[in-house]
C-alpha cells in the first residue's frame, strides 16, 4: 500500500545530542514537508523539498537541519540548538500541484529526558 | 505570509446536530486553495473538503460541506448528522497556488477541538 511511513513513533532525547527522525514515502510525490505540531500551536512548518538535492527553510527552520538525497525520503535532525524540542512532529508528501492533497505520516512524539 | 485563524478552540456537538466550524484567513493572493484536516486522537491527518479558490461553488463531501465566502476572506465547515467518530481536531489550512516564498507548503490554522456528545 503506498503510504509515508515515520519513524521512530516514540522518540527520546538527552540534552545536548542530535536526534533524526525519519520520513519515507512511496507515492512517487516530489514535494515533501516536514511540521512540529505543539498543542494550541496548529502544525508549524519546519522545512520543504521540491525536488532531490534541494529544501528551503520553514517558518521555525532554527535548530533543525534535513537532507533529500533520495525522492522517497527526507529525515529531519533535531539538533542540540533547538532549544525546546519537545513536540510531536509530523512528515508530509504532495505532487507538485498547489490543488492535491497532502499526505501525512504517523507522527513522531519527540520528548527531551 | 497569508495567516489563518480559527477562533474556536473548542466546540461540542450532540449526536446528529449541525455543528459549523470557522475559520478566516488573510491573503492578497487571488488563486488558493483551502483545505479542512481531521485529527482524530490517533494524530492521522485526515484530508476532509478541499476549496478552489476560483470556483464559486462550495464544495460538499458526504456530511461536510463548507461555506466559502472569498471577499469576507471566510472558508467554514458544517458537519451535518454529526457522529461519535467526528470527535477530532479540525484543521483549515490554506495554500497558495503559485509557488510562493513557502512553496506548496500548507499554512495552519492553531485548530478547534470538536466533542461530540451522545
Known amino acids: 500500500d503506498g503510504g509515508i511511513t515515520q519513524s521512530p513513533k516514540y522518540l527520546f532525547r538527552k540534552e545536548g545530542q542530535n536526534v533524526t527522525l525519519s520520513c519515507e514515502q512511496n507515492l512517487n510525490h516530489d514535494a515533501m514537508y516536514w511540521y512540529r505540531q505543539d498543542p494550541g500551536q496548529g502544525l508549524r512548518l519546519i522545512y520543504y523539498?521540491?525536488?532531490?538535492?534541494?529544501?528551503q527553510k520553514g517558518d521555525i527552520a532554527e535548530g533543525y537541519s534535513v537532507s533529500r538525497e533520495k525522492k522517497e525520503s527526507f529525515p529531519l535532525t533535531v539538533t542540540s540548538a533547538q532549544k525546546n524540542p519537545t513536540a510531536f512532529y509530523l512528515c508530509?508528501?504532495?505532487?507538485?500541484?498547489?490543488?492535491?492533497?497532502?499526505?501525512f505520516g504517523q507522527g513522531t512524539r519527540l520528548t527531551v529526558v | 505570509a497569508q495567516t489563518v485563524t480559527q477562533s474556536q478552540p473548542e466546540m461540542s456537538v450532540q449526536e446528529a446536530e449541525t455543528v459549523t466550524l470557522s475559520c478566516t484567513y488573510d491573503t492578497s493572493e487571488s488563486d488558493y486553495y483551502l483545505f479542512w484536516y481531521k485529527q482524530p486522537p490517533s494524530r492521522q491527518m485526515i484530508l476532509v473538503i478541499r476549496?478552489?479558490?476560483?470556483?464559486?461553488q462550495n464544495a460538499t463531501e458526504n456530511r461536510f460541506s463548507v461555506n466559502f465566502q472569498k471577499a469576507a476572506k471566510s472558508f467554514s465547515l458544517k458537519i451535518s448528522d454529526s457522529q461519535l467518530g467526528d470527535a477530532a481536531m479540525y484543521f483549515c489550512a490554506y495554500r497558495s497556488a503559485t509557488n510562493s516564498n513557502s512553496g506548496y507548503a500548507l499554512n495552519f490554522g492553531k485548530g478547534t477541538s470538536l466533542l461530540v456528545t451522545p
Open positions: 476549496q478552489e479558490a476560483y470556483k464559486q
Open positions: 523539498s521540491q525536488i532531490v538535492n534541494d529544501f
Open positions: 508530509a508528501s504532495s505532487m507538485f500541484f498547489a490543488g492535491t492533497e497532502a499526505f
